[in-house]
């Protein structure tokens, strides 16, 4: 599904990706780990087009994504999360949510800010859809609550219904448990686990061991922008390169 060869990006002399290469299977989540400032956050936006990389290609489902802008790569079925979530906080739940569904896009800005009288067919359907997501993550009682009133579990939460709403193949998780209790923790350890069953992949961005441990199929270990280890989680745990990382 996604094919990543030899991506470099340097900053100011520092190479956050030096030449990595990966790949992602269909209904597979893949974890990304590896120690600060390794390039994990890099490598997000440089997939979904924030960030434009020096040298390397990405391929996503066939189609040669390397310089595609964010919005054209969003359309052809990627998502992400962000560690710093950028939800819209003076806006409903509800809103932010709809922002998200992937198709008339323009026509779905232009309704939240100037409610017209007649609401499109499309739009009621993504409202219910909206509001089925918010049943599902057990917060339907915050639709019409603005976004930044809610706790910063829920508002993590919130960040991964937004991109479930795009209904994208493949979603980009950095750090979506980090910083929450253990009951919203769980609620979404539960969600990630069942995105493949709908036939989604995931790569999860997330430095806490058990959470990795439980939910990922495989796993990739970065340094320094480099891959320096990939396998099964129980592999590349024990990866005494892995291992020695986390001890420096
Ligand atoms: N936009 C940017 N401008 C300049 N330097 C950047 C930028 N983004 C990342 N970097 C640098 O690139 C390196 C990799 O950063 P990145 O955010 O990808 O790490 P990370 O693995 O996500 O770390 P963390 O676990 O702390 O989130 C770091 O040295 C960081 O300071
Ligand atoms: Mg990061």
Redesign the pocket.
């Known amino acids: 599904m996604l094919k990543i060869e030899n991506l470099n990006k340097s900053?100011?002399g520092?190479k956050?990706l030096n030449d990595f290469s990966c790949v992602v299977h269909e209904n597979e989540i893949v974890g990304l780990i590896?120690?600060?400032?390794?390039?994990?956050?890099?490598?997000f936006?440089v997939i979904t087009g924030f960030?434009e990389s020096d040298r390397g290609k990405i391929e996503f489902n066939g189609n040669v994504i390397t310089k595609y802008p964010s919005h054209k790569i969003i359309k052809l079925g990627i998502s992400r999360t962000f560690?710093d979530l950028r939800l819209i906080k003076q806006m409903p739940v509800l809103d932010n949510i709809l922002l998200c569904f992937n198709h008339q896009q323009n026509e779905q800005i232009q309704n939240i800010i100037f409610r017209p009288k007649s609401i499109s067919k499309v739009e009621q359907d993504n409202k219910q859809k909206a509001l089925d997501l918010l049943r599902y993550a057990g917060i339907e009682d915050k639709a019409n609550d603005l976004a930044g009133t809610l706790s910063y579990g829920q508002q993590k939460l919130l960040s991964i219904i937004c991109c479930l709403a795009a209904d994208s193949k493949l979603l980009l998780l950095?750090?979506p448990i980090a910083g929450i209790n253990p009951e919203m923790r769980d609620k979404i350890l539960t969600i990630i686990s069942e995105l493949p069953l709908k036939g989604k992949s995931v790569i999860l961005?997330e430095?806490d061991m058990d959470f990795i441990m439980r939910i990922c199929n495989r796993l990739i270990f970065?340094d320094t922008?480099t891959k320096v280890s990939e396998g099964i989680p129980e592999e590349v745990r024990n990866d005494p390169k892995v291992i020695e990382a986390y001890l420096e």
């Open positions: 900053f100011d520092v956050a590896g120690p600060n400032g390794a390039g994990k956050s890099t490598l936006n960030i560690q950095d750090e961005i430095h970065m922008g």
